[in-house]
């Protein structure tokens, strides 16, 4: 069974721009999470979809959006860039809704913006 | 909201011997709390976890121990080999995070040769 796949890998931008980063879950997943990964903070929760719908939110500013496809691949984009959001942009797939669902991590998309 | 405290940021053990790592979660209704690895140009990977009805839990070399009055739970490695070199994130889910999973902000293992 593939894992979860995201693309790009690599992203360069500059400030003010606009970007988007897409994920495909493993088959049958029905949920993808997007987390934000700084070094030595951690994952930081974005948003999580499941079924089209988003079921819950992070505290991001409204500059972070998502949306999720009906064959559960998911899409994340951040408008007006900042030097702050260079980050690790990692997705996960679970089955179903909620942490007691296994979530099955990306490789992640590395964004620096400059 | 649920905070999830971790430590050390960084251990350095002797291939061979144990490795433990501590975190602290504040939601005292919080049920679930995974262990994730993670390793260098990967996304992190489930290795064990723990319900709160359980103190503790144990996988081969990995165990994971659960005090729920002091609110924190711990993963233990023995026998500590070069392959367990990673960083490793605790995590807690509960009724304050909306039974989103909170992380720990990482502990990188490296393991001595």
């Known amino acids: 069974k593939a894992g979860v796949t995201q693309t790009p890998r690599y992203l360069i931008k500059t400030r003010g721009q606009q970007v988007t980063l897409s994920c495909s879950p493993i088959s049958g997943h029905r949920s993808v999470s997007w987390y934000q990964q700084t070094p030595g903070q951690g994952l930081q929760f974005l948003f999580e979809y499941f079924s089209e719908t988003q079921r819950n939110k992070g505290n991001f500013p409204g500059r972070f959006s998502g949306r999720q496809f009906s064959n559960s691949r998911s899409e994340m984009n951040v408008s007006t860039l900042e030097l702050g959001d260079s980050a690790l942009y990692l997705c996960a797939s679970s089955l179903f809704s909620g942490a007691l669902y296994e979530q099955y991590f990306g490789p992640g998309t590395r964004l620096t913006v400059t | 909201g649920e905070n999830v405290e971790q430590h050390p940021s960084t251990l350095s053990v002797q291939e061979g011997d144990s490795a433990v790592i501590k975190c602290t979660y504040s939601?005292?209704?919080?049920?679930?709390f995974p262990w994730y690895k993670q390793e260098l140009g990967k996304g992190p990977q489930l290795i064990i976890d723990i319900r709160s009805n359980v103190g503790e839990k144990k996988d081969q070399r990995i165990a994971v121990t659960l005090n729920k009055t002091a609110k924190h739970f711990s993963l233990h490695i023995t026998e500590t080999q070069p392959e367990d070199s990673a960083v490793y994130f605790c995590a807690a889910s509960g009724r304050d995070s909306n039974y989103q999973l909170i992380w720990g902000a990482g502990t990188k293992l490296i393991i001595k040769p």
């Open positions: 939601d005292s209704a919080s049920n679930y």
